[in-house]
């Protein structure tokens, strides 16, 4: 069963996409981190397909936005337009991109846009929810990424042109292992533990019935 390059997930048959020299070059736009030649003949799931065409359109009207910044006085005027769609925002509806998180979030998904370029910059709660499922989704797939890198290096492959469901399964099998052999592990410690309470519990009756024996005599 084909395995999505993106999630990691097992996919049916005709629930995915392959990823085509011009698909990679859209994969790419949304997560550049990834190394897509790493894995040959890799697939994408349907869900993880929609996510990187929602997320590219966004990245790309974000950018687009970035160039009519640049060519109008929206970048001198302190209007309260979204920085990603330029949609007007008031109070309640956005969020300030100066805040730490909002701004790390914006650098890890859209490094290429400053939104410095305009001042006290805000982005709507719409592109606030996308830019927040869409860092959430990036840091996904790099976890994958991180999982398929560190496996082709414990494994001493030198050409990693490997199948993706056979690491899969093995590094699901090496989980089921080391789960297997904590819980070995915790049940020996707890049953060493329960010896260790019984003892303490026979050598405080001794020293009780000793004393009582003193008291007695």
């Not at 990187?52 to 929206?74: A, D, G, M, R």
């Not at 927040?132 to 990036?138: D, I, L, N, V």
Request: hydrophobic share 35%; glycine share 0%.
């Amino acid at each position: 069963m084909p395995v999505c390059r993106l999630c990691f997930g097992f996919v049916h048959q005709k629930s995915f996409l392959k990823l085509t020299f011009a698909y990679k070059c859209i994969v790419n736009n949304v997560v550049p981190e990834l190394d897509l030649e790493m894995v040959d003949n890799s697939v994408v799931c349907k869900c993880c397909s929609s996510k990187i065409h929602e997320y590219n359109e966004f990245k790309i009207t974000c950018y687009e936005v970035k160039q009519k910044l640049l060519k109008t006085s929206l970048v001198n005027n302190q209007i309260r337009n979204c920085r990603t769609c330029l949609n007007p925002t008031n109070n309640i509806s956005h969020v300030i991109l100066n805040s730490p998180d909002v701004n790390n979030i914006f650098k890890i998904c859209l490094s290429e846009i400053d939104f410095r370029v305009s001042l006290d910059s805000v982005i709507c709660s719409k592109c606030h929810d996308c830019l927040e499922k869409f860092y959430q989704f990036k840091m996904s797939c790099l976890q994958v990424e991180e999982r398929l890198k560190n496996y082709i290096k414990n494994m001493n492959y030198s050409n990693p042109s490997i199948d993706l469901e056979k690491i899969k399964v093995e590094l699901e099998t090496f989980n089921e292992h080391r789960l297997k052999t904590t819980d070995i592990k915790v049940e020996r410690i707890e049953d060493m533990k329960n010896v260790f309470d019984s003892n303490s519990s026979n050598i405080k009756i001794k020293e009780i019935c000793l004393k009582s024996k003193e008291n007695f005599t």
